[in-house]
Antibody
Framework: QVQLVESGGGVVQPGRSLRLSCAASGFTFSNYPIHWVRQAPGKGLEWVAVISYDGSQKYYADSVKGRFTISRDNSKNTLYLQMNSLRPEDTAMYYC?????WGQGTLVTVSS | DIQMTQSPSSLSASVRDRVSITCRASQNISNFVNWYQQRPGKAPNLLIYGASSLQSGVPSRFSGSGSETDFTLTITSLQPEDFATYYCQQSYNYPLTFGGGTKVEIK
């Protein structure tokens, strides 16, 4: 069926790095731009980044620009989010999304 | 960046009530607004795109209206499964931005 499945979340210390993955199935992944959206515990939704269908264009929220990198491997139907220099305020559930399809999310906790 | 101001932040309503949630954009965004429903512990679910187009599979009691800077999500005849948090989002340009959310609670 049509789905997105995130993985790679966990607990990490401030200043460290983490890479999230989002595996797509049930649709032609290489035809669509895909987004990362996050939600801090008990807070609202925050858009993080988007990558074009072929990976040639990328846009980021100011809060992550220069620290996070979005990428994709269309041969593997997989989206990535490389997160460097992590801060406590990056603690959130991270969703990949291609409307109307959203993954179930992967939780990132930045704490010493 | 485009700011999306959503109101109210919460409301209490009864089953079968009519509910309206508004979103104001900080600039003209034509009809580039989406509305999402999020139930606790779940991913957001797209309800309305392009300000007024109903996403496939979404009940017809949900509707969207508005253009330029002022937008409204209306739920006619609120059902028990509609008690959730609702978000507007502008898709006019990057960075995409969401409203702060409206929590719809049972009265």
């Amino acid at each position: 069926q049509v789905q997105l499945v995130e993985s790679g979340g966990g607990v990490v210390q401030p200043g460290r790095s983490l890479r999230l993955s989002c595996a797509a199935s049930g649709f032609t992944f290489s035809n669509y731009p895909i987004h990362w959206v996050r939600q801090a515990p008990g807070k609202g939704l925050e858009w993080v980044a988007v990558i074009s269908y072929d990976g040639s264009q990328k846009y980021y929220a100011d809060s992550v620009k220069g620290r996070f990198t979005i990428s994709r491997d269309n041969s593997k139907n997989t989206l990535y989010l490389q997160m460097n220099s992590l801060r406590p305020e990056d603690t959130a559930m991270y969703y990949c999304a291609r409307d109307p399809i959203w993954g179930q999310g992967t939780l990132v906790t930045v704490s010493s | 960046d485009i700011q999306m101001t959503q109101s109210p932040s919460s409301l209490s309503a009864s089953v079968r009530d009519r509910v309206s949630i508004t979103c104001r954009a900080s600039q003209n965004i034509s009809n580039f607004v989406n509305w999402y429903q999020q139930r606790p512990g779940k991913a957001p679910n797209l309800l309305i795109y392009g300000a007024s187009s109903l996403q496939s599979g979404v009940p017809s009691r949900f509707s969207g209206s508005g253009s330029e800077t002022d937008f409204t999500l209306t739920i006619t005849s609120l059902q028990p499964e509609d008690f959730a948090t609702y978000y507007c989002q502008q898709s006019y340009n990057y960075p995409l931005t969401f409203g702060g959310g409206t929590k719809v609670e049972i009265k």
